[in-house]
């Protein structure tokens, strides 16, 4: 038994309580629980019912549990991903510093270039995914600032080797930030322990 457009609707409509931010997880939950919903139907109940049962299991509180433990599914390949970076840039630092020591040529180039992947490729893919799991702006405000400090300290001591202007800035902004990252960073919660306090009030 297929739903009618307004019952449809109706369910639509109750999906939305739960504010999901996954469009894809929205579309496919969508589907399922309509599915769930004609399935009780062909089995006598009538549409109110089944409406009212299903959404007593997939309450707001349990499908946001699923867009997080989807979340954390999804970008499981992009952590690797992002500790590849990390050590590929740890290797490229280490080695451009290797080679300014000895004045070896090269050492301008595969230190940038360290710095480069160190800072957008791990930094960045890293905060991306934390921030992606804080609840609250604030939280994601904190991060960042860790993000750019981590950055602004890797960049103002490879400048500072190489003899570049706006070394002793970003050493001094740096740090700084992250002073404020580490002071801030316990007071940071993730979606998860928002979701297990709600759950023990």
């Known amino acids: 038994m297929l739903l009618s457009d307004k019952e449809f609707e109706q369910v639509e409509l109750e999906l939305l309580k739960s504010d999901l931010k996954n469009h ?10 309509c599915c ?3 399935e009780l139907m062909e089995n ?3 549409f109110e019912i089944a409406i009212e049962e299903i959404f007593q299991t997939y309450s707001p509180r349990y499908i946001r549990k699923i867009e997080y433990t ?29 080679f300014k020591l000895l004045h070896l040529p090269g050492a301008s180039a595969t230190l940038a270039l360290g ?7 791990f930094f960045g893919s890293n905060a ?25 300290t890797l960049t103002g001591g490879m400048f500072k080797l190489l003899h570049l202007p706006g070394a002793s800035a970003l050493l001094m902004v740096g740090p700084f930030l992250l002073l404020l990252y580490y002071s801030f ?17």
């Open 24 to 33: 894809q997880l929205h579309l496919d939950l969508l589907d399922h629980i």
């Open 36 to 38: 769930s919903i004609e």
């Open 44 to 46: 006598g109940m009538s």
């Open 70 to 98: 989807t979340t954390i599914l999804t970008t499981n390949t992009m952590k690797k991903l992002t500790k590849i970076f990390g050590i590929i840039g740890l290797i490229f630092v280490a080695t451009g510093t290797t």
């Open 115 to 121: 710095v480069f992947i160190l800072g957008i490729g």
């Open 128 to 152: 991306n995914d934390t921030i992606r799991n804080l609840d609250g702006i604030k939280g994601k405000i904190v991060q960042l600032l860790g993000a750019i400090g981590a950055l602004f």
């Open 185 to 201: 960073s316990s007071f940071i919660k993730t979606k998860s322990e928002v979701l297990e306090q709600g759950e023990k009030v």
